[in-house]
T-cell receptor, first 113, second 109 residues
Framework: DGGITQSPKYLFRKEGQNVTLSCEQN?????MYWYRQDPGQGLRLIYY???????QKGDIAEGYSVSREKKESFPLTVTSAQKNPTAFYLC????????????FGQGTRLTVV | EDKVVQSPLSLVVHEGDTVTLNCSYEVTNFRSLLWYKQEKKAPTFLFML????IEKKSGRLSSILDKKELFSILNITATQTGDSAVYLC?????????FGTGTSLTVIP
């Protein structure tokens, strides 16, 4: 079955540690996105990539980093520079070239203690 | 600054009621408007709207876009408890999606 897989579903980390969230898709989509969701704030864009080896910052990129070495994979690293990393993180992908919808993974809930 | 505003923020109705969710936007480079339903984790796609005045319909759900007044509505008729979710509106700007804060709908039996 085609889809987007995020792992892990739940992640606990101590303050000051970097952590990497995985996102893999087998939909053959070129574009991939990372969003952060906090209560009452909807989805906010962290980073997006439209092609391998290229990515752009979204509205809240500070304290995060990404890589896009393969079309299928778009991992997100939450660094110790992110002031308030506890949140629900959603990865999405989309076929480029026309108006198409984004497909979402099941999300990763990160808790930093 | 791009802006997508949804109203109301939350809504509680009884089964069988009809609800209307609103989404207004002020963005540059508008390409399309999308509605998603988020029950627990992954938002699931409902509709994509690109043209004004053309209603999209799927069962009890329908949606329409007004590009002159810059808003869209999502209607749900004969609501069921399974309609309880957060409904997200997003605008596609050509290379990224810009989301509203969502409307939380609770349907009471």
């Amino acid at each position: 079955d085609g889809g987007i897989t995020q792992s892990p579903k739940y992640l606990f980390r101590k303050e000051g540690q970097n952590v990497t969230l995985s996102c893999e898709q087998n939909l053959n989509h070129d574009a991939m996105y990372w969003y952060r969701q906090d209560p009452g704030q909807g989805l906010r864009l962290i980073y997006y990539s439209q092609i391998v080896n290229d990515f752009q910052k979204g509205d809240i990129a500070e304290g995060y980093s990404v890589s896009r070495e393969k079309k299928e994979s778009f991992p997100l690293t939450v660094t110790s520079a992110q002031k308030n990393p506890t949140a629900f993180y959603l990865c999405a992908s989309r076929r480029v070239g026309m108006n198409t919808e984004a497909f979402f993974g099941q999300g990763t809930r990160l808790t930093v203690v | 600054e791009d802006k997508v505003v949804q109203s109301p923020l939350s809504l509680v109705v009884h089964e069988g009621d009809t609800v209307t969710l609103n989404c207004s936007y002020e963005v540059t480079n508008f390409r399309s408007l999308l509605w998603y339903k988020q029950e627990k984790k992954a938002p699931t796609f409902l509709f994509m709207l690109t043209s004004s005045g053309i209603e999209k319909k799927s069962g009890r759900l329908s949606s329409i876009l007004d590009k002159k007044e810059l808003f869209s509505i999502l209607n749900i008729t004969a609501t069921q408890t399974g309609d309880s979710a957060v409904y997200l509106c997003a605008v596609f700007l050509g290379n990224q999606f810009y989301f509203g804060t969502g409307t939380s709908l609770t349907v009471i039996p």
